[in-house]
């Protein structure tokens, strides 16, 4: 399983924990049933939008990116979110960058713009096969997201960069088409590949690629459609995209200035385990609101289910256990499972027993990730 990361300059907001929460529940899930999972997310540790910010902040980008990587990396644990197999950072992958550019070269997929580099989505790269969207909208979102449609020179406007020449005052790293560094969508590209190929199956590299759902156009788009050239096969056998988290009716945006972090929250003194169980209370692939309403809410439930797995004598947990596994099954359906929970918390404080109390609370912990 391959999981964009984070570019480490805003770490971390609501709607990162949201997503990675999602990834935590199908990994915790597939390990719980019997998988070896081996999970890579990477880390965007040198991107157009870092550099901005450590030159509006009048900071060293590289040291702006590795505080920000151990506030992320901080926040997760507190989340209860398994660390994946491995983190990957973009500098430390620049050297796989450049072998997959050097192959898409020798395959006559990318040209040059000045003295930057571009790859040529081509109707035989299957582009478009993923987000289904007319051409007009591909270029209004490539816009909105970092791409240059309009620029001069493409051959498609949809074309990505994939390696950028150095510009003054910006770092460089050396390579066969002169110093400079990776386009976003060949940094994930040429990592899931290096990473996860190994356990490729006949038609696919990987089994899931994931993110939030604004990364299906242009960004696993464009990677599926790289990878194609580079292999030959569909980048993953399933792509997995987790909803977006907006705030009191808005969408949550860093132009908005209006993104909660969970480290401000969790500073505030909230339980970051009710952070957590409010993000599970609708389900993962639906674009949700964030509201104190809905954290008060979950505080309240969760102190309800800690009263309950307290008591000596509990309502009976193989029927609870089971539901929560079904539920999870049946496409992480969350909301489904903490009613379930909900439900038997009610019944044990009603004065019900029978059951197990440890048992369940494995079980939560296991597959849920509440740490109890
Ligand atoms: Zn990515």
Redesign the pocket.
Known sequence: M????ITPYDATHLGHAATYVSFDLINRYLCAQGSKVEYVQ?I?DIDDPLLERAHRDGVVWNELAASQIQLFRGDMQALGVLAPTHYVGAVESIPLVIDAVEILKDRGAIYSIENDYYFHNSPETGFGGLAHLEQSEMEIIFSQRGGNPALVGKLSPLDCLVWMAQRENEPGWPGALGAGRPG??I??TA??MHYLSKHSQENTLIDI?G?GSD?VFP??EM?RSQARVLSGKELAAHYVHAGMIGLDGEKMSKSKGNLLLVSTLIEQGTDPMALRYALMSQHYRQDRMWSLQLLVQAEESLNKLRIALSMPSVHETRSVCTEIADALADDLDTPRALRSLQKWSHLTLEGSSGGDASKLQDLVDTLLGLSL
Do not use: D, R
Request: aromatic letters at 12%; proline letters at 0%.
């Open positions: 391959y999981v964009c990361g990477n965007t976003w969508h940094e994930c990592i899931a690629q993110g990364l960004h696993h990677c």
